[in-house]
């Protein structure tokens, strides 16, 4: 039986370099031309070739929900991205890394070819770029807003995924009295509500069969992995891309507390996940970190549990993304100190989300 043959035009627009930046995508059908799906979006604060990439990976998502055995033509006018990802070009850029393993994880790579064409030939999705750019999004039809969800539970076949173990750190004085303690300090110590936190968390950890637990260097962490390795037998692994996100001026301050201070800065963070705390990281660039942490995760231990102890914006990153959930969903999710998300990633690209911030 032949593959269905499916075009991806995309492309991505920043208007500064860094500047607002936005990406438009177009899917025909390869044999008569005819456009299947469209989909452009503003993206924040990002370079050219981030939003380049994104279009990209936008169009890969709308052509696998209109066939996911289809066999894709990806065209773009970035002569980089077509040399990377047909790899004849290194990725230096550490931020575009994990998005060109996004696009290895949307279709199998021995069914997706890319092609440069000059920007002439790339203008519908040139087009939808500046649309989104006006504030004029595109959504695709909603059957191919994102790849059909997989019944993964009924196709053993694909094994057993690598599940996540997600933990956020036992309480500490400064999340008792909900102050902001990113990860650009080593932070405070658990305290003694903490501590019982992260034992009961090691406890329901117990019957896991996690074979490793890794955690973020800050010193709350630490100690929460301390707690789950001795109660699992396990030593734990700090690795830097799990730390929290970086708050900057607010580091230490309560949220009314900074609405005082940095009324328009505040307001700004929570509209666009571009917008970054003075000194400090924003979501967007929280984003590419702990993706390539996860990644990592992934390739090390297919198949098999990992304990991941980390804070409240990274596991609230992850899950979003399991989720396929837009950026500005991160507010609405809320897991408490010492609360465990399990996250399961299967090796066709799907994803599961069996449980979020269990309080054991």
């Known amino acids: 039986m032949t593959s269905r043959r499916l075009i991806v035009e995309a492309d991505g627009g920043s208007r500064g370099n860094p500047g607002p930046a936005a990406f438009g995508a177009v899917v025909r059908d390869a044999e008569t031309g005819e456009v299947l799906a469209e989909t452009a979006e503003a993206i924040g604060v990002a370079t050219n070739n981030v939003a380049e990439y994104r279009g990209l990976l936008a169009g890969l998502r709308a052509a696998r929900g209109v066939d996911p055995d289809a066999v894709v033509e990806a065209r773009l006018d970035s002569k980089l991205v077509v040399e990377q990802l047909s790899g004849r070009w290194q990725i230096k850029n550490a931020e575009l890394r994990p998005l060109a393993h996004e696009a290895g994880r949307i279709f199998p790579r021995d069914r997706v070819s890319y092609t440069w064409v000059p920007r002439a030939e790339n203008a519908h999705a040139d087009r939808l770029v500046n649309q989104a750019l006006d504030g004029r999004p595109v959504q695709p039809p909603a059957d191919v807003t994102a790849p059909p969800t997989k019944l993964t539970a009924w196709t053993p076949e694909l094994g057993p995924p690598t599940t996540l173990h997600v933990v956020r750190h036992g309480q500490t004085s400064m999340t008792?009295?909900?102050?902001?303690?990113?990860?650009?300090?080593?932070?405070?110590?658990?305290?003694?509500?903490?501590?019982?936190?992260?034992?009961?968390?090691?406890?329901?950890?117990?019957?896991?069969?996690?074979v490793a637990v890794v955690c973020s260097p800050m010193l709350r962490t630490r100690e929460t992995a301390d707690i789950i390795g001795r109660r699992l037998g396990l030593t734990p692994t700090v690795d830097e891309a799990w730390r929290e996100c970086h708050f900057g001026e607010w580091d230490g301050l309560t949220l009314a507390e900074i609405g005082e201070r940095y009324p328009g800065a505040l307001a700004g963070?929570?509209?666009s996940p571009a917008q970054r705390p003075p000194g400090g990281e924003s979501l967007d660039d929280v984003v590419p970190r702990i993706t390539a942490a996860r990644d990592a995760l992934l390739a090390a231990y297919p198949g098999q549990p990992v304990v991941v102890v980390t804070h409240s914006i990274p596991m609230r990153t992850l899950t979003r993304l399991v989720l396929g959930a837009p950026p500005e969903s991160l507010f609405r999710l809320l897991p408490s100190p010492g609360s465990v998300t399990e996250l399961q990633y299967f090796a066709d690209g799907s994803t599961a989300l069996p449980s979020f911030g269990h309080r054991p």
Not at 177 to 197: H, K, M, N, Y
């Open 269 to 271: 963070w929570y509209g």
């Open 176 to 210: 008792a009295a909900r102050r902001f303690s990113g990860g650009g300090v080593p932070g405070p110590s658990l305290d003694d509500t903490g501590r019982e936190q992260a034992a009961r968390a090691a406890e329901l950890l117990s019957t896991s069969g996690a």
